[in-house]
């Protein structure tokens, strides 16, 4: 996972350098100046993005697979724009059947299908303008994961859906007036709720008191995970 903790930094680096910037764009000719105007209105893009860990405690959340989806973004201000992205990950988790030993109750990894709707709210850092073609952006999306059954999982657990919330940081590097790269890192929350049957002692190897072989020994049944998003795009903006 180093690229993981790599591009998060180079990305709060670019808005670190470009933001303050914003601030002193007055007294420049326009033909040398570093701002050029973001053109208003709509965009669509093209995503691919990589998916991190966040299977929980137990590894049985979906994890660690490629994104890749469509957005469309709608400028409302200049510094404010709302996005919806449709996407599909091609992710991978664990099995784990509670009823087995310690030993042999863990399988995998196996592939799992998850689709993501959300809606995003984008705070353009630089305003309507991009520096030396540069546009940081922060935000944060409010979505739904839609996770597909796995026959290889037998046990009465199911991600089903999940509603998730993911602040987000990242920058758009226009190539022309309109044609834009698009690159953000993602911190995705959601909270995982797994069977009453991880909490019971499995009959073939019970423990003990002092070592119990139940899977959630202390019977709290859901938790909330983390999982970095890495998202890069080829979009196109324009006026209708």
């Known amino acids: 996972m180093p690229t993981l903790i790599r591009i998060p930094a180079l990305l709060a680096l670019c808005v670190a350098l470009t933001a303050p910037r914003a601030l002193a764009q007055v007294g420049h000719a326009p033909r040398s100046s570093p701002y050029h105007d973001i053109a208003s209105g709509h965009s669509f893009a093209a995503v691919f993005g990589q998916f991190g860990g966040g299977g929980g405690r137990l590894g049985i959340g979906p994890q660690d697979g490629s994104v890749y989806g469509v957005r469309y973004d709608l400028r409302v201000s200049k510094p404010v724009q709302f996005g919806f992205s449709f996407a599909q990950g091609n992710l991978q988790r664990y099995v784990v059947d509670p009823f087995l030993s310690v030993a042999t109750r863990k399988t995998g990894p ?42 290889e999982d037998t046990s009465a657990y199911r991600f089903g859906n999940k509603f998730y919330f993911a602040p987000q940081i990242g920058t758009r590097l226009f190539l022309t007036s309109h044609l834009h790269l698009r690159a953000d890192v993602r911190a995705l929350f959601w909270k ?9 002692e499995p009959a073939v190897d019970p423990g003990t008191a002092d070592d119990p072989h139940a899977l959630i020994p202390g019977g709290r049944l859901n938790e909330w995970t983390l999982s970095p998003w890495l998202q890069v795009g080829l979009g196109y903006s324009f006026k209708l």
Not at 110 to 137: C, E, I, M
């Open 110 to 151: 196996v592939k799992t299908r998850v689709t993501f709707a959300d809606l995003s709210l984008q705070l353009n850092l630089t305003g309507g303008k991009a520096w030396h073609r540069l546009a940081p952006y922060t935000g944060v999306s409010l979505g739904v994961a839609f996770g597909k059954h796995v026959p």
């Open 192 to 200: 995982l709720t797994y069977p009453n049957q991880f909490t019971v």
